[in-house]
DNA sequence: AGTAAAAGGTTTTTT
DNA sequence: ACCTTTTACT
């Protein structure tokens, strides 16, 4: 079944009795060890629908279930319930929610719709009067979310967190009162509440059929739940409950979702008589890459104390290239990819890594202009974008027609329709009133639109009423289209474009057998690639990976260029305050380094600009990372030649230039 | 009164 | 590039 596994994985398998906390490295067959654990607990009998997996993503739990189903012995292995915590809860919820007051049939809302509804409740509470600046909508949502999941003072979030937010405490109070009560008026939930929820059925009368449901309990990436996550999984268990939970605080990334690494820390209190597994053998990297690695490390201690080790002693020294400017580092990446392909290492085997989405565009345009195929991960995610919010929005009405939120961007998006009218036409339709009657209402030809919008308002109603009618949800999407060739040339420069757009997601929608369903799955395990590319080009071709480090949390690949690796990017500027803030980001670069098998290049640009908008000309003058410097001498280094700056030059020129053309112009007029 | 257009600002990372 | 605020226009 799972060949040779060392002494310390194995024990991790077998161990039964007491809680476990497994602490395993970068590398260290964590993934292998968490597949076999379930499959022993399978193959001594247990019943796999009664053992519950919560990891990190949904595509983590659907790859560690296929593996154990490919090797177990018992057929029934795939009914392992597993899913991230937020999935779970939702099933959960689904069915024991009504003892919490919740109807089946709530919706979830993801983080930029709870950032819309946020910014709705700001302007109906009539915030950012003249003169006053108010905090933008995903500042208060942030605020808001932070509050909650670490279930701190509003007061302390903002002091700490929010510093320059201070002055508008109290109307900050006003808002979440209210954005609290509308949720609960419309049956909505948010991220946060999806967990508090199940926390909260955990003690309640349910609570005993909940921990009924399952004898086992593993958890992947332990270091990234937050405080609210540990109580669940204390609610969860019963005394005989056999409990596992995985993680490497060396690998915590999540604390600005309020995941706490005390979690691990504190896990032996929490579980009276855990033991503790710890993995230390590497099988990924070469030894070269993890002296770098664990020499970064050691530039913090806040963490189990654990050198990584492999058996792989030799290998290619890690190369740290220095660059004039970014537009170099993004040649030189391009380069040197193009190069590693030539040696036979595909696309595939490769990636960039970078901290924040942004740092990626320059080599975005490179890439492109040299048609090499790439994927990005993280960053700006298809779903986000404003056209696809926009259907999304049609569908949530028909699936909860008491989807205030949803009812105010579809009224929005018709011509001459502004904040007032919206206002009137809610009132008018009901959809203030938990009243379900409001689509059929609007279908029927309730509410007066301006007559700019009178055929966008037909076709609308015809739309929605085709799409109650029972047709299949792709199909709806199609119809839906219609109106959004009509309203979207008001709204988009690229119209037509974004129209087209549209059937990307109706091919996505056809997976699905009812809208429902496919609204959901959507919110809670929404795709991760980023829109601008539609996918790969081809699904066998060879394609290179573009990540932020965060979305390549537990991959690998033989060759990884990280980027950017500068004081004020990595770490980020807005954690070089405080001590937690930067212990993050030193993290953060452990697990760039560790993603690498034989190849590591860490690329340092002198100079990069400085906002991240507006594609002007300031930029300024970059430290190598402060990470990075103290360990230099691990790496080979290496400069890129500084290409000849035409730029400059070009600008003296156009001066003379300018003037001339200006000369010329005068004498026209003069 | 209310919408559209123009100007001005802007703390990553994600379930 | 997007969101918020200000101003201009109907």
């Known amino acids: 079944m799972f060949d040779s596994l060392n002494p310390e994985q194995q024990a991790a398998v077998d161990h039964t009795g007491s809680p476990l906390l497994i602490v395993a490295g970068a590398g260290t067959g964590k993934t292998k060890t968490l597949a076999a654990r379930v499959c022993r607990i399978i193959d001594d009998g247990a019943d796999p629908s009664r053992v519950l997996l919560l990891t990190f993503t949904r595509r983590a739990a659907s790859e560690m279930i296929a593996r154990v189903a490919a090797v177990s012995t018992d057929r029934a292995a795939s009914r392992v319930w597993g899913g991230t915590f937020h999935s779970t809860a939702n099933r959960l919820l689904r069915n024991f929610g009504q003892s919490a007051g919740l109807s089946a049939g709530f919706t979830v809302l993801d983080q930029s719709d709870s950032t819309d509804l946020m910014g709705i409740v700001r302007t109906d509470e009539g915030f950012g009067e003249r003169g006053m600046r108010f905090p933008r909508k995903e500042t208060v949502a942030g605020i808001y979310s932070r509050m909650v999941s670490s279930q ?22 006003t808002i979440f009162t209210s954005y609290t009560t509308r949720k609960r008026a ?65 690998q915590a990334i999540y604390g600005f979702r309020a995941a706490t690494v005390a979690n691990m820390w504190e896990f032996a209190d929490r579980f009276p008589g855990a033991t503790r597994v710890t993995l230390e053998q590497n099988y990924r990297s070469t030894m070269p890459i993890l002296n770098v690695a664990n020499a970064v490390l050691s530039q913090s201690d806040e963490h189990f104390s654990k050198e990584l080790w492999s058996g792989r002693r030799q290998g290619l020294t890690p190369t740290l290239a220095t660059h004039h400017d970014e537009g170099a580092q993004s040649t030189s990446v391009a380069t040197a990819v193009l190069d590693a392909r030539e040696r036979g290492m595909d696309l595939r085997e490769q990636a960039v890594l970078f901290r924040a989405g942004h740092h990626a565009d320059g080599l975005e345009l490179e890439l492109t202009r040299r048609d090499i195929p790439y994927v990005k991960y993280g960053g700006l995610k298809y779903l986000e974008s404003a056209h696809v919010k926009d259907l999304l929005a049609l569908l949530r009405i028909l699936d909860n027609p008491a989807d205030q939120l949803a009812w105010h961007r579809v009224l929005a998006s018709m011509e001459g329709v502004g904040p007032a009218t919206v206002r009137r036409l809610s009132d008018e339709l009901g959809i203030e009133n938990e009243d379900d009657d409001a689509l059929a209402r609007f279908i029927d030809g309730a509410g007066r639109v301006p007559s700019a919008a009178h055929e966008q308002a037909t076709e609308l109603r015809g739309a929605m009423e085709a799409c109650l009618d029972g047709i299949a949800p792709s199909e709806q999407v199609d119809r839906l289209k219609a109106y959004c060739a009509l309203v979207f040339p008001n709204r988009y420069d690229d119209a037509a474009a974004r129209v087209a757009d549209i059937d990307q997601l109706a091919s996505t929608a056809a997976a699905y057998a009812t809208r429902s369903r496919f609204l959901t799955e959507l919110t809670l395990d929404p795709p991760s690639k980023t829109s601008d590319q539609a996918g790969p080009p081809h699904l066998d071709d060879d394609w ?44 953060l670069m452990y697990v760039a380094l560790t993603r690498a098998k034989d190849e590591l290049t860490v690329n340092f640009p002198l100079r990069f600009h400085v906002n991240r908008y507006a594609h002007d000309d300031r930029h300024v003058y970059a430290q190598l990372s402060r990470f990075i410097d103290p360990v230099r001498e691990l790496f080979d280094e290496q400069t890129t030649a500084p290409e000849i700056d035409l730029r400059h030059e070009a600008e003296m020129a156009s001066v003379g230039v300018a003037d001339e053309v200006d000369t010329l112009l005068a004498a026209l007029w003069d």
């Open 544 to 587: 290179l990976t573009l990540s932020t480090i965060h979305s390549a949390k537990g991959l690998e690949w033989r060759s990884v260029h990280l980027l950017h690796a500068a004081d004020g990017n990595l770490p980020s500027e807005m954690a070089l305050g405080d001590e937690h803030g930067l212990a993050e980001e030193l993290r």
């Open 186 to 250: 419309h049956q909505v939930l948010d991220y946060d509440d999806l967990l508090l929820f199940w926390r909260g059925l955990t003690v309640s009368p349910v609570g005993d059929a909940m921990r009924d449901l399952f004898d086992h309990i593993l958890i992947d990436e332990y270091q990234d739940t937050n405080p609210i996550q540990a109580d669940i999984v204390r609610g969860m268990c019963r005394p005989d409950t056999d409990l596992c939970a995985v993680g490497d605080d060396a």
């Open 152 to 173: 701190a003072k509003l007061a302390d979030v903002l002091e700490t967190d929010y510093p320059w937010c201070a002055d508008h405490q109290d109307d900050l109070r």
